[in-house]
T-cell receptor, first 115, second 114 residues
């Protein structure tokens, strides 16, 4: 148990619908990351928060994607007007700046299927 | 961050040592070697990291060559539960201007067989 939780674990939606995922990081961690993973590939970085500030967004994060981290605690990732190409595992990770190992702790992921 | 090259897949007999190689010939002096693994249907899990000295923890050992252009992750007594995709990642240790994001390749799929 890494301590990072994600909800829901699975989401099936129809093309064109909006979906929102939630990530609860380890409580004292100030850094939060979102990654996307498609079948057979390694995770790809999407966006990064330090506390409540979104400091980096990948080019993979199109205009249909938005992420928030209000109050520097949990985070949400919303996808508007979903497309079949959005089908993937969405992973959240957190870390604590200045921790000796600088490791990221990953949640179990949310698997999105767009029909 | 430097790019890494890993074999696509490897097999290992249960109880034997698993040695997973990684090439990172363009590594810079301030870049660390990190290893993560991802068991099927789970998020990646940190294993170990090092700069230039060999490292050992309760999960594995990391051997980095003297020129730092390659490294080997060693699982001393592989079990069936070690079957996973293993990712070798080279990155700088985070500073105020570094987000610390991880750049994953395709990794090595390790199959531990009974």
């Amino acid at each position: 148990d890494t301590g990072v939780s994600q909800d829901p674990r699975h989401k099936i939606t129809k093309r064109g619908q909006n979906v929102t995922f939630r990530c609860d990081p380890i409580s004292e961690h100030n850094r939060l990351y979102w990654y996307r993973q498609t079948l057979g590939q390694g995770p790809e970085f999407l966006t990064y928060f330090q506390n409540e500030a979104q400091l980096e967004k990948s080019r993979l994060l199109s205009d249909r994607f938005s992420a928030e981290r209000p109050k520097g605690s949990f985070s949400t990732l919303e996808i508007q007007r979903t497309e079949q190409g959005d089908s993937a595992m969405y992973l959240c990770a957190s870390s604590l700046e200045l921790r000796l190992k600088n490791e990221q702790f990953f949640g179990p992921g949310t698997r999105l299927t767009v029909l | 961050d430097a790019k890494t090259t890993q074999p696509t897949s490897m097999d290992c007999a249960e109880g034997r040592a698993a040695n997973l190689p990684c090439n990172h010939s363009t590594i810079s002096g301030n870049e660390y070697v990190y290893w993560y693994r991802q068991i099927h249907s789970q998020g990646p899990q940190y294993i170990i990291h090092g700069l230039k000295n060999n490292e050992t923890n309760e999960m594995a050992s990391l051997i980095i060559t003297e020129d730092r252009k390659s490294s080997t992750l060693i699982l001393p007594h592989a079990t069936l539960r070690d079957t996973a995709v293993y990712y070798c990642i080279v990155r700088t240790f985070h500073g105020s201007s570094n987000t610390g994001k991880l750049i994953f390749g395709q990794g090595t799929t390790l199959q531990v067989k009974p």
